[in-house]
């Protein structure tokens, strides 16, 4: 399945864009104070952008290219898909943040971005994504104490797709 939102193709929409967000917003307002929105590279960049504009809360984006600055931090990442390394800048022990995507599949790379975040002592109060299309939310819920809300959740067992 191919949609703007998760691959950028057709374009996004500002009136799609606004509508995800609106409703990401809803459940972040209910995560309490948060000091900084983080996404991961790529497509999470424009959710992450229009929230931080809208709630007025800066954003940082976890980046798949070392920048080399002092106290950056490396996340190996391997999914069911690939193995690769991202790179945190921008964030801070004790800071109050939450993860905003695009999608969560596997939960390989959410799994490694929050065990990173949680040795660096940073608070991760909440994850949101727009679509759900794995089993791992609870997994991940379990094993890091902290829920990911999806806007969409989606089932995919052979050629049968389900969407909640």
């Known amino acids: 399945i191919v949609h703007p939102i998760t691959d950028g193709i057709p374009e996004i929409k500002p009136e799609l864009l606004r509508e995800v967000t609106s409703e990401m917003k809803k459940h972040i307002k209910k995560c309490g104070p948060i000091d900084k929105i983080v996404t991961i590279e790529a497509m999470g960049i424009p959710l992450a952008t229009a929230l931080s504009l809208d709630m007025n809360i800066p954003f940082t984006i976890i980046r798949k290219r070392k920048y080399g600055l002092s106290g950056e931090v490396l996340v190996e990442q391997v ?33 490694a971005v929050l065990s990173v975040l949680k040795d660096i002592g940073v608070n991760v109060i909440g994850v949101i994504v727009a679509v759900d299309k794995g089993d791992c939310a609870e997994e991940v819920n379990k094993e890091f104490d902290v829920q990911i809300m999806a806007l969409i959740k989606m089932d995919i067992h052979d050629d049968d797709i389900r969407i909640t």
């Open 79 to 111: 999914t069911g898909y690939s193995k690769s390394k991202l790179y945190i800048n921008g964030l801070q022990k004790g800071e109050n943040v939450v993860i905003v995507d695009d999608l969560v599949s596997t939960g390989g790379t959410l799994k």
